[in-house]
């Protein structure tokens, strides 16, 4: 197993790989797994802004309130994109929407650290 394939196993022990794909977390939610620096060398760490002409383009904080923006921060769906890729999953995503997607790369996810036993 791979330095990066234990330290998936060890996140997703932790309960931090999670089949969320509309969340936008700061880069202190993926550690210590994942650091702030191997993030921003992936692009992971951009701004978001929200749309306030569509709800499923509106950023919410934990209380409800809309974020007009989030500054230096990773949205999930882009993360689990990241380390299917960096797992060399080469499956495709069949699924269209946001959860969907994030659900079945989780799954993905899970085949490759968790090998099926023989």
Known sequence: MTSFQTRVLQAMHDGMIEGDGHTIFSPQYYAPHFSEEELRDA????????????????????DGIVR??????????????????????????????RGSQAQ???????QVVFPPSV
């Not at 769906?77 to 995503?93: A, K, N, Q, S, T």
């Open 68 to 97: 007009e923006e989030l500054k230096d921060s990773v949205y999930n769906l882009d993360f689990l994109y990241w380390v299917r890729h960096e797992l060399g999953i080469d499956e495709p995503v069949t699924m269209i929407g």
């Open 104 to 110: 079945q790369i989780v799954g993905q996810i899970r």
């Open 43 to 62: 692009g992971l760490i951009q701004n978001f802004r929200s749309d306030l002409s569509d709800h499923k383009g509106t950023i919410f904080g934990n």
